[in-house]
Nanobody, 123 residues
C-alpha cells in the first residue's frame, strides 16, 4: 500500500492556473504509475491524466489536453498536475491515485487513493 496526500487546490478565476501536488509514502514510489482523477457533484469520477513510473509515458483526457501537464519527481515521492487556462467546468474534487505497473486510465484500475483536494473555478 502507498499513502497519498494531495494539496494545492483552491478557488481561481477562469483563465487562471493552479498546481496540484500529491506526496506518496509507504512503498517505493517509483514502482507506481500515478494518475489524477476528478469528480464533480453528481458525476462519476473521471480520468484526467496519468504518468508512468519513469515519466516516459503520459496520458491526458481530451478535455484537458493542452492545458494540463502532469509530472513527477521520484526523488521527492511527488506527482504534480499543472493546470492552466482553467475553466468553470474544471471545478471538481481532484484525486491522486497510484497503481502498481503500467499507466492505465480507468479509475477501477487504481487501488491507492488520496483524500482529494477541491478545485473551484469561477466564471
Amino acid at each position: 500500500q502507498v499513502q497519498l496526500t494531495e494539496s494545492g487546490g483552491g478557488l481561481v478565476q477562469a483563465g487562471g492556473s493552479l498546481r496540484l501536488s500529491c506526496v506518496a509514502s509507504g512503498r517505493t514510489f517509483s514502482n507506481y504509475a500515478m494518475g489524477w482523477f476528478r469528480q464533480a457533484p453528481g458525476k462519476e469520477r473521471e480520468f484526467v491524466s496519468a504518468i508512468s513510473r519513469s515519466s516516459g509515458t503520459t496520458s491526458y483526457a481530451n478535455s484537458v489536453k493542452g492545458r494540463f501537464t502532469i509530472s513527477r519527481d521520484n526523488a521527492k515521492n511527488t506527482v504534480y498536475l499543472q493546470m492552466n487556462s482553467l475553466k468553470p467546468e474544471d471545478t471538481a474534487v481532484y484525486y491522486c491515485a497510484a497503481r502498481w505497473g503500467v499507466v492505465l486510465t480507468p479509475p477501477r484500475e487504481y487501488d491507492n487513493w488520496g483524500q482529494g483536494t477541491q478545485v473551484t473555478v469561477s466564471s
